[in-house]
């Protein structure tokens, strides 16, 4: 960072290098900036040009001018003209801050045919259709994370995971956000745009990070008194530590279930003070 001009673009310019999506829309923000840049300096010029140039004098008289029809059609049509080269740029950009790409060749092997879930139009599956799909539940004040790997064919038995999603590099991971109470926004700025978690509703978006690495980000609607502290980490790791991670975390929730059901029978079994006899 020796050039003082990077970073001071960057403080003006949103986060991105986590992700395409999010390098595209940093890109076309960029594109959109330098061209209202240009516009500004034009217009702001000209006017520092007439004040000085004409400014007031003693004596003076101002000519008076009605209209100028060319000048009134350049401008018109400029403008219009502007704008349609935006436009054009955006619609460019936005297939690929949509649409999820397929995963690299070094991918991890969860990423399963989500084709069946996509019967609807509304979430962009990769074009060969495989992704890792991850549903995001956000819930009064923390983020929950469902990995595949239902035991049940209701889909309960799944690995999950609170506050830090884990994630293999290489891999497009797909998520589908809901919630589980109010509204809150899904938002890690260097992996793409925001996506609200609304009650009854899915949202979907993606990402693919092509290097370990961890991205933060926060709840970004005011979800009630904890909303500050609904933070969330996005840790990207090499496929085989992901699915030894998944493993894991199957082994310790079965441990944790295990231990629950326990001590839920011996509650059950012991007649203390605490027991209450059915009549
Ligand atoms: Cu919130």
Redesign the pocket.
């Known amino acids: 960072m020796g050039h003082p001009l990077p970073s001071v673009l960057a403080f003006f310019t949103p986060q991105s290098g986590g992700s395409p999506n999010a390098n595209e829309i940093n890109s076309l923000y960029k594109i959109t900036l330098f061209i209202a840049l240009v516009i500004f300096v034009l217009v702001e010029g000209g006017l520092v040009y007439a004040l000085v140039k004409f400014r007031a004098r003693k004596g003076a008289v101002a000519a008076q001018i009605r209209g100028n029809t060319r000048l009134e059609v350049g401008w018109t049509v400029a403008a219009a003209l502007i704008l349609v080269a935006l436009a054009v740029i955006t619609f460019s950009k936005l297939a690929a801050i949509q649409n999820p790409p397929n995963s690299g060749p070094a991918g991890d092997v969860l990423a399963g045919d989500h084709a069946a879930l996509y019967a609807s139009a509304e979430p962009k599956p990769p074009p060969n259709g495989k992704s890792l799909n991850i549903t995001v539940i956000g819930r009064q ?1 923390i983020w929950q994370y469902v990995y595949p790997g239902a035991t049940e064919p209701d889909g309960l038995g799944a690995p999950y995971s609170y506050e830090t999603m884990v994630v293999p590099t290489n891999t497009t991971v797909t998520l589908n956000i809901v919630s589980a109470d109010v509204v ?2 899904w938002w890690i700025p260097q992996l793409g745009g925001k996506f609200q978690a609304v009650p009854g509703y899915h949202n979907y978006t993606w990402f693919k990070i092509s290097k370990p690495g961890s991205f933060r980000g926060q ?6 008194r904890g ?1 500050a502290r ?1 933070i969330a980490t996005v840790k990207a790791v090499p496929p085989a530590q992901f699915d030894a991670w998944l493993a894991y975390q199957k082994q310790l929730i079965a441990q944790a279930n295990a231990a629950a059901h326990a001590a839920r029978a011996k509650l059950g079994s012991q007649a203390g003070a605490g027991q209450v006899g059915n009549p």
Do not use: I, Q, R
């Not at 709840?219 to 009630?224: K, M, N």
């Open positions: 004040y809150h926004s709840c970004a609607f005011l979800c009630g909303h609904m």
